[in-house]
């Protein structure tokens, strides 16, 4: 009587092992990919090292050159090349962890190819994507920039394939080159990215280019959204660099809402939530149109006027626009030894308080007035907790 086959035991030797895949033309690895890391798992199934195998992970597509493929730090698969060198020793004891890297848009296909006694096999094929979602930002307006007191002051997000930003008309899309051609001054740009190194940064990038070629923008909740001198704290108006802040808002949270895992959701949400009240980045207060009395108020409405111009003549959506002054103004007295208190104080927490007039200085006191808001502005990325600034 024959003995009974175990039903996987392809080649009748009495064990079931990676011998059967083989002869049965099965790869014997299972390649898990890790849908919250993006990371591959390669585990090796009963196939010892004596079978004198090789393991080789391979890329296909227009996009081989731009995708690294490591093993901790070390590097597997490089930039441009096609094929890796045999890792079937590496796979060998423990699980084989790779992680996908990659500095520039491109997407290929790889896939593990296994090579024994002239047969090869390959796994199935796992596309892979790595995109850019960068934040650039020009010098657009030299009367701006003074007002602010910064060298940037627009912003939008350059996702390789065209840049999104807010102008007169809105949410618009168009080329890097037709965003440095607004500049006013054409050396003054910088680029600032999510850190490399943040928890999953990878996969909100990925998340932010999938919302803007999809056009799934988080848009301000107002009825007239745009406006330049909008506050930081709420997202019913806003100007260009809140706009690009709250896309990567939105991408983290669209992130954190497809984590599977309940412990990589935890630590996405310790590290992403909260840091600035919620926000990726702080907000900057702003005391700006100091002048005598009647000034700010002057000021902002006639900078109000002069942008409501421009957009008009520009043709943009009027209804959609308004630069109305969302901060506060705050009027004092101006006497020897400095500013005095004139009733209304600023409520920002770190703003300087006037002290109360001295009653010896009342006649030599002028009424003074200076406009305060916190804001989002090009300086709160740069150098902040989240984004870093990179080559241009
Ligand atoms: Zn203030």
Known sequence: ???????????????????????????????????DTQELTVKKVGLPASYGATLKLKKT????????????NTIILDENISESSDIFSKAENDDLILTLEGASIGGCTLELVLSINNTTIASDQIMVKVVRSDV??????????????????????????????????????????????????????????????????????????????????????????????????????????????????????????????????????????????GKLVPGKHKVTFDSRIPGASMAVVAARTLLY??????????????????????????????RYAAGIQCSHPQCPKYPELPLRLFILATDWEEAHITTTTPECFLGSTFFETITY
């Open 1 to 35: 009587m024959p003995r009974a086959k175990l039903v996987a035991d392809v080649n009748d030797d009495g064990v079931c092992d990676g011998q059967d895949d083989l002869d049965k033309n099965y790869l014997p690895l299972i390649v898990a990919v890790n849908e």
């Open 61 to 72: 597509g227009s996009g081989t050159g731009k995708v690294v493929v490591k093993d901790g």
């Open 136 to 277: 650039v930002f020009r010098r657009g307006n030299d009367g701006l920039a003074t007002l602010i007191g910064e060298t940037f002051t627009h912003g939008g997000i350059d996702w390789e394939i065209e840049i999104v930003d807010v102008g007169d008309f809105g949410i618009q899309q168009g080329s890097l080159s037709d965003f440095e051609a607004e500049a006013s001054n054409s050396s003054l740009k910088a680029r600032v990215r999510l850190k490399k190194e943040s928890y999953m940064s990878r996969r909100i990038w990925a998340k932010v280019f999938d919302n803007m070629q999809s056009e799934n923008y988080a848009r301000p909740t107002g009825a007239k959204p745009w406006n330049l001198f909008t506050t930081y704290d709420n997202y019913e108006t806003s100007n260009c660099n809140e706009f690009v802040h709250e896309q990567f808002r939105k991408a983290v949270s669209d992130v954190y809402s497809e984590i599977i895992s309940l412990s990589q959701s935890s630590l996405f949400a310790f590290i992403y939530s909260d840091p600035y009240n």
């Open 309 to 338: 111009v421009r957009a008009k003549k520009e043709g943009a959506v009027l209804t959609e626009i308004e630069n109305h002054f969302e901060g506060q103004i705050i009027p004092y007295f101006l006497a020897p030894g400095g």
